[in-house]
């Protein structure tokens, strides 16, 4: 089946830690995206990437990090310089039009 | 700068009764493109409707419907006959290759 796939669902860490959250999607898009949603709040996006070995920040990208080696992968790495990183992470992908946006089934970071 | 808001934080009805969630829109583009998505508790966005700015019929889908007047920059979403799985937070978002999202209506159907 195509889709987008996150992976782990639920991920702990320590406080200095820096940790990664995967995102691979099967689509054959060229675009993906990483938003960060708060409780209660809507989704902000914190980086994307239009083609492979680009990306660009979006409006919350101070304390992450990101990589697009392949098509396919889209990883996000959130470092320690993240003073909040407790939060709900979505990963989309979007076809060459770029219109509409498909979502993974997010990772739920909690940082102790 | 885009803009995207959703006036109603929660709406809770009863099923079969009608629920209109308003989204207001601030853009400076003239071509853009409208969406709206739909988080169940499971966490996972689902696409719901994209519409773009040159586009002003209304579009009905089942019991889902959209209202998009360019006039008052508005694209309301309203779900007849609600039902009990229609209990989700649904989300409007602006925008082209970047989306800027609303905060987000929670919206509960009690049996």
């Known amino acids: 089946d195509g889709g987008i796939t996150q992976s782990p669902k639920y991920l702990f860490r320590k406080e200095g830690q820096n940790v990664t959250l995967s995102c691979e999607q099967n689509l054959n898009h060229d675009a993906m995206y990483w938003y960060r949603q708060d409780p209660g709040q809507g989704l902000r996006l914190i980086y994307y990437?239009?083609?492979?070995?680009?990306?660009q920040k979006g409006d919350i990208a101070e304390g992450y990090s990101v990589s697009r080696e392949k098509k396919e992968s889209f990883p996000l790495t959130v470092t320690s310089a993240q003073k909040n990183p407790t939060a709900f992470y979505l990963c989309?992908?979007?076809?060459?039009?770029?219109?509409?946006?498909?979502f993974g089934p997010g990772t739920r970071l909690t940082v102790t | 700068a885009q803009k995207v808001t959703q006036a109603q934080t929660e709406i809770s009805v009863v099923e079969k009764e009608d629920v209109t969630l308003d989204c207001v829109y601030e853009t400076r583009d003239t071509t853009y493109y409208l969406f709206w998505y739909k988080q169940p508790p499971s966490g996972e966005l689902v696409f719901l409707i994209r519409?773009?700015?040159?586009?002003?019929q209304n579009e009905i889908s089942g019991r889902y419907s959209w209202n998009f007047q360019k006039s008052t920059s508005s694209f309301n979403f309203t779900i007849t006959a609600s039902q009990v799985v229609d209990s989700a937070v649904y989300f409007c978002a602006l925008g082209d290759y970047k989306l800027s999202f609303g905060a987000g209506t929670t919206v509960t159907v009690r049996a």
């Open positions: 990437s239009q083609i492979v070995n680009d990306f």
């Open positions: 989309a992908s979007a076809g060459r039009s770029h219109h509409e946006q498909y």
């Open positions: 519409r773009n700015s040159f586009d002003e």
